[in-house]
């Protein structure tokens, strides 16, 4: 079964600290890609990082980073000097080749404590 | 306006009644997408459509009826529906072409069913 976890159904973490998220997914396909997405109060749902599988170099952007383990199946986001904006529900999601499908997880809440 | 953007952003409806939700994409992409989100589930694919084609239908029951008249427009007609259609009902759009295709969210429409 094609499956994404996120064991942390909630995370805080102090402003300008490092907090990482962690994602486990279940797939026998070799060829996917990785995403993780922000979803802030007001709804609006936003790419925050992407990873292809076949890269074994890990993605990053500004703050973003994730840790990619394909052996573990393992796509953990780390956010460092964590800032109120990224107070907000991330969600891990993979797809497989070219299907249009998105495999989700349930969304990790992350409270950012002044 | 820009990216995705859907209307109504709330909707309370009767289980008699029927309304329609409208997406509009702003991006020059190919394929757009409805999902529903529930609190603390993964989100659920209810609807693919690619260059205007309907290529995926996740077993979604008939009193949601989409349509897709040109490539920046989707609609999700909603009849008979029952309480626990009560969700966030996201719209996004991408282009189908591009290797990791990236998906871009609207705000949503909250549905309430009374």
């Known amino acids: 079964a094609q499956t994404v976890t996120q064991s942390q159904p909630e995370m805080s973490v102090q402003e300008a600290e490092t907090v990482t998220l962690s994602c486990t997914y279940d797939?026998?396909?070799?060829?996917?890609?990785l995403f993780w997405y922000k979803q802030p109060p007001s709804r609006q749902m936003i790419l925050v990082i992407r990873?292809?599988?076949?890269k074994q170099q890990n993605a990053t952007e500004n703050r973003f980073s994730v840790n990619f383990q394909k052996a573990a199946k393992s796509f953990s986001l780390k956010i460092s000097d964590s800032q109120l904006g990224d107070a907000a529900m991330y969600f891990c999601?993979?797809?497989?080749?070219?299907?249009?499908?998105?495999?989700w997880g349930a969304g990790t809440k992350l409270i950012i404590k002044p | 306006e820009t990216g995705v953007t859907q209307t109504p952003r709330h909707l309370v409806m009767g289980m008699t009644n029927k309304k329609s939700l409208k997406c509009e994409q702003h991006?020059?992409?190919?394929?757009m997408y409805w999902y529903k989100q529930s609190a603390k589930k993964p989100l659920e694919l209810m609807f693919v459509?690619?260059?205007?084609?309907?290529?995926e239908n996740n077993s979604v029951p008939s009193r949601f009826s989409p349509e897709c008249p040109n490539s920046s427009h989707l609609f999700l007609h909603l009849h008979t529906l029952q309480p626990e259609d009560s969700a966030l009902y996201l719209c996004?759009?991408?282009?189908?072409?591009?290797?990791?295709?990236?998906?871009?969210f609207g705000p949503g429409t909250r549905l309430t069913v009374l």
């Open positions: 996004a759009s991408s282009q189908v072409e591009v290797a990791a295709d990236t998906q871009y």
């Open positions: 991006l020059g992409h190919n394929a």
């Open positions: 459509y690619n260059f205007k084609e309907q290529t």
């Open positions: 797939t026998s396909e070799s060829d996917y890609y």
């Open positions: 990873q292809e599988a076949y």
């Open positions: 999601a993979y797809r497989i080749g070219s299907n249009y499908q998105l495999i």
